[in-house]
Antibody
Framework: EVQLVESGGGLVQPGRSLRLSCAASGFTFDDYAMHWVRQAPGRGLEWVSG????????VYADSVKGRFTISKDNAKNSLYLQMNSLRTEDTALYYC???????????????WGQGTLVTVSS | IQMTQSPSSLSASVGDRVTITCRASQSISNNLNWYQHKPGKAPKLLIH???SLQSGVPSRFSGAGSGTDFTLTISSLQPEDFATYYC?????????FGGGTKVEIK
């Protein structure tokens, strides 16, 4: 069974940093692109970032470009999101999701983890 | 690429046929996917590439369309189908979702 388990969320002040992790199991992690998707309170889903199977291709939403960094450790079956210069509008439930293939082309998300909550507040 | 869903919410009864529309700001061929999201749960893939039913998803769900206009249809609404539904384009590597359609009990 494919499982994705996020961790690392919490309460953080504006301007500070936080690192999210996603532990993957049940599939060949090396072969797949991975993504982060978030949902702010009362809002819809927003794709944040994606990384190809070998980390050679990385894409970010404009809202986080230059502040967030996605990375993938195939040896540890883990996905990460380093979030710097956090803003109150980054407050959201952050989901890790497996891409449908190895590249960032024509990706859909299946499955998703349960999410980790990030709250940015002073 | 902007994705626009309509309606943003709807009320329906068990057994009703429900159709949700998703429109892309430019042609995305058939690179359109649909998800179901219930409160406190992980989103679930229903349909990929516009009309391919994901394994394990009931056949009352169907998707259609290409280019800029797409639909998700639930042929006979069941109690477990009350949720929010999202479309997502995968034509561009900058992936985007529609705003969501909340399906509520009438």
């Amino acid at each position: 069974e494919v499982q994705l388990v996020e961790s690392g969320g919490g309460l953080v002040q504006p301007g500070r940093s936080l690192r999210l992790s996603c532990a993957a199991s049940g599939f060949t992690f090396d072969d797949y692109a991975m993504h982060w998707v978030r949902q702010a309170p009362g809002r819809g889903l927003e794709w944040v970032s994606g990384i190809s199977w070998n980390s050679n291709n990385i894409v970010y939403a404009d809202s986080v470009k230059g502040r967030f960094t996605i990375s993938k450790d195939n040896a540890k079956n883990s996905l990460y999101l380093q979030m710097n210069s956090l803003r109150t509008e980054d407050t959201a439930l952050y989901y890790c999701a497996k891409g449908s293939g190895g590249t960032l082309v024509t990706n859909w998300f299946d499955p998703w983890g349960q999410g980790t909550l990030v709250t940015v507040s002073s | 690429i902007q994705m626009t869903q309509s309606p943003s919410s709807l009320s329906a009864s068990v057994g009703d046929r429900v159709t949700i529309t998703c429109r892309a700001s430019q042609s995305i061929s058939n690179n359109l996917n649909w998800y179901q999201h219930k409160p406190g749960k992980a989103p679930k893939l229903l349909i990929h590439t516009a009309s391919s039913l994901q394994s394990g998803v009931p056949s009352r769900f169907s998707g259609a369309g290409s280019g800029t206009d797409f639909t998700l249809t639930i042929s006979s609404l069941q109690p477990e189908d009350f949720a929010t539904y999202y479309c997502q384009q995968s034509y561009s590597s900058l992936l985007t979702f529609g705003g969501g359609t909340k399906v509520e009990i009438k």
